[in-house]
Nanobody, 123 residues
Framework: EVQLVESGGDSVQAGGSLRLDCTASRPIFNGNPMGWFRQAPGKEREAVSCMNWNGRMTYTADSVKGRFTISRNNPQNTVYLQMNSLKPEDTAMYYC????????????????WGKGTLVNISS
């Protein structure tokens, strides 16, 4: 069974940057759309940014548009989330997962789901 491991979360001040990494135990990224989600305490998990295998189709939540960028390296079985101009409201557990992706939407799909990495942004 494929496993996903997220890393790169940290505690930083508002305005700072972080890059999150997600690595798969098997080479699944070649054929699967992948995405980043986040969940703050007491809130539902929400899609942040998603992309298909070649990057020609992407989704980015309005709350992070212009600040976060998703990318992937298929030979390395890794997907990234570059986060700039971080705000306190970005504080959450961040997860990667396989997704279903379309124009203007992205939802988790299948059993490909990581355990999360914590991002804590102070004002």
């Amino acid at each position: 069974e494929v496993q996903l491991v997220e890393s790169g979360g940290d505690s930083v001040q508002a305005g700072g940057s972080l890059r999150l990494d997600c690595t798969a135990s098997r080479p699944i990224f070649n054929g699967n759309p992948m995405g980043w989600f986040r969940q703050a305490p007491g809130k539902e998990r929400e899609a942040v940014s998603c992309m298909n295998w070649n990057g020609r189709m992407t989704y980015t939540a309005d709350s992070v548009k212009g600040r976060f960028t998703i990318s992937r390296n298929n030979p390395q079985n890794t997907v990234y989330l570059q986060m700039n101009s971080l705000k306190p409201e970005d504080t959450a557990m961040y997860y990667c997962a396989a997704v279903a992706l379309g124009s203007g939407w992205c939802v988790a799909a299948g059993d490909y789901w990581g355990k999360g990495t914590l991002v804590n942004i102070s004002s």
